[in-house]
């Protein structure tokens, strides 16, 4: 899954441009950066040095706690971490331009002049792990297969793309069901592309622990299933030499090492069995470091800010469940969550309160509706709350002393006009019925967080029982829509589109295993991703965008959470880094192993024995 939405984020960044010349690149909205006969992205060191082994660690919160498939395109299974590493795809993104992409796999694009096909001409060097070349028909074969068999998230991605063919001898045209969505060629060129030969004689839809015909950088070298799995790098990549392969996949080795429990994985960080963490809490951030290896600096502590848009992390309701049908009630749930106090105690004041499902970019709404906003939601005044033109949407707020006697009044009064009241202690409805729900939870670490939120809601009389279960379970019963409450993280791109699609729309909303978490179904919500879609322009898809999110945030689909805008990265001081960090990822395969630093940190670890 981890994998299906990074392709899925990416290739939202993407679109064609109408007529043009047949080019090794191509942008949304605006030029590319990138020039023909360019020779590496600037924020590479081109001459950086191959070799030597990196461990990572997944865990609950990072990842997951297990694996038991090496296919991470179908539904079935808990995939490996990194097996992004195998898979070319027909182009590649800039880590430094919100909206470019230049070919890996495909040498050249063109998108018809009237916008209703597009052609990839592939490279005639690209070739398989094995040797055997990528044809037209591999990628053919495997735009068919993901949209026919693949995970839900490739058919509704994939929707208005009619059908591929070959075009000459190293081409493929895809063509397109309308002119409107601008970003269907570069969802295309975020295909990777399988081997048909391999996978014609293999069940594409069951889990397997058979290592995958792959092509990109690097190769599974071994695995111990659920436990760990290493890659090493292929010295004869058949793409190492491309401009946008220059100066990344430094490593000669890269090992992920699992472990059921963060707290573990950080001790074990701190005690050097593996090299590189992103932390995601706080309160490690701000004390969970201090060890005699930290003291010495050994390893490093950075923030590295960025400009990646935050998307929404929310206590997501499922209002398929006839409890969360009114929003009055998800609304008035959301004056329990006490962020400020939250973030004072919990986070030591490291985040902030999360008001758009765009957050950190110029696509969050603010303010009332701008005049171009009125002009897309007043046709839809009928179908969507009437506070989107009255109201600017603020997150509930406390003092942050826990003193939450003003937000409970008002949750009372919300949750009166609903039908529950409250009777000896208990908020009942006119059947008698306590209001009770549970919370489906996969992290042992984030019922701190969740302890305080069922102790607010206690206070009116409304039971949360909290779930806490294993990753394989906490995966099927999200993939089958059997909870009441839950996390959710919706990641978004600086140019949002065809993956909307997957997160809100009616269609998507009963498709098993799919993206529509909280069971959006509105027809206006589903008319605003279509316009999103089709924008003509930069300004069009902001305001569209501002739009949509103005609905959802009205309509009250979760509880919003906080976020941070830098990436929080600790490592062990064996890496050497590029001067400059691309402002819209953290580009980690851009990093190499400094032999010297390596050489002198296993010297002062030896001191401290």
């Known amino acids: 899954m981890r994998l299906i939405l990074s392709l899925a984020i990416a290739a939202s960044l993407f679109a064609g441009t109408a007529g043009a010349e047949p080019s090794g690149g191509i942008a949304l909205f605006g030029d590319l950066k990138y020039k023909p006969g360019f020779t590496h992205f600037d924020y590479v060191n081109p001459d950086a040095p191959k070799g030597g082994a990196v461990k990572f660690a997944t865990y609950p919160g990072n990842g997951t706690s297990t694996f038991d498939t090496l296919n991470p395109f179908a539904l079935k299974g808990v995939k490996a971490e990194g097996l992004g590493f195998l898979f070319d795809t027909l182009m590649v993104a800039s880590a430094d331009e919100p909206d470019s992409q230049y070919g890996l796999v495909a040498q050249s694009v063109d998108v018809a002049p009237d916008r209703l096909s597009v052609v990839f001409q592939l490279r005639p060097e690209a070739r398989f792990h094995d040797g055997s070349p990528m044809t037209p028909a591999d990628v053919i074969w495997t735009f068919d297969t993901l949209k026919a068999k693949g995970a839900p998230q490739y058919h509704i991605y994939y929707a208005d793309v009619l059908k591929a063919e070959q075009a000459g001898e190293h081409g493929v045209r895809f063509i397109l069901r309308s002119a409107q969505n601008r970003e269907l060629p570069l969802i295309l060129g975020e295909l990777p592309v399988l081997s048909k030969t391999y996978w014609q004689k293999r069940d594409f839809e069951k889990t397997t622990l058979e290592e995958p015909l792959g092509s990109g950088p690097y190769k599974i070298e071994s695995f111990d299933p659920g436990r760990s799995i290493t890659y090493r790098r292929v010295t004869d990549y058949w793409a190492k030499d491309l401009p946008v392969n220059k100066g990344r996949f430094n490593f000669g080795t890269i090992r992920y090492d699992y472990y059921r429990d963060a707290s573990v994985a950080l001790e074990a960080f701190k005690a050097g069995q593996y090299d590189f963490r992103e932390e995601n809490v706080a309160k490690n951030w701000a004390i969970g470091y201090s060890s005699p290896a930290f003291a010495a600096g050994l390893f490093k502590k950075v923030l590295i800010r960025n400009r990646v848009p935050q998307g929404m992390q929310g206590f997501a309701f499922n209002t398929r469940r006839p409890l969360f049908h009114d929003p009055r009630v998800r609304e008035a749930l959301g004056y329990l969550f006490d962020f400020e106090w939250t973030n004072k105690n919990l986070f030591y004041g490291a985040y902030t309160r999360t008001e758009s499902y765009f957050s950190n970019s110029d696509l969050a709404s603010s303010g009332l509706p701008s005049a171009d906003e009125l002009q897309v939601l007043e046709p839809l005044k009928s179908e969507i709350p009437a506070a989107v033109f009255t109201k600017v949407y603020e997150a509930p707020t406390t003092d942050g002393t826990g003193d939450i006697r003003p937000n409970i009044r008002i949750a009372l009064e919300l949750l009166k006009q609903s039908g529950w009241t409250v009777k000896g202690g208990r908020l009942v409805n006119d059947k008698g019925e306590q209001m009770t729900f549970e919370f489906l939870n996969d992290i042992a670490e984030f019922e701190r967080i969740l302890l305080p939120f069922a102790d607010n809601l206690r206070r009116i009389g409304v039971v949360m029982t909290l779930r806490t279960v294993d990753p394989a379970q906490y995966e099927n019963r999200l993939d089958n829509y059997d ?114 630093l390596e050489k002198a940190l296993t010297a002062n670890r030896a001191k401290l024995r």
């Open 483 to 596: 909870f009441d409450m839950t996390t959710v993280v919706i990641p978004q791109s600086l140019s949002p589109g065809n993956e909307q699609r997957g997160y809100w729309t009616s269609a998507a909303a009963d498709e098993i295993g799919g993206n529509n978490i909280m069971g959006v179904k509105s027809k206006a919500v589903d008319h605003l991703v279509d316009l999103i879609i089709s924008a003509p322009d930069r300004p069009g898809l902001v305001t569209r965008v501002h739009a949509l999110d103005r609905v959802l945030l009205q309509s009250f689909y979760v509880i919003p959470n906080y976020h941070i805008d830098a990436f929080r990265v600790a490592y062990w001081d064996k890496f050497g880094r590029p001067k400059i960090n691309p402002p819209y990822a953290l580009a980690l395969d851009s990093w190499w192993v400094d032999a010297a």
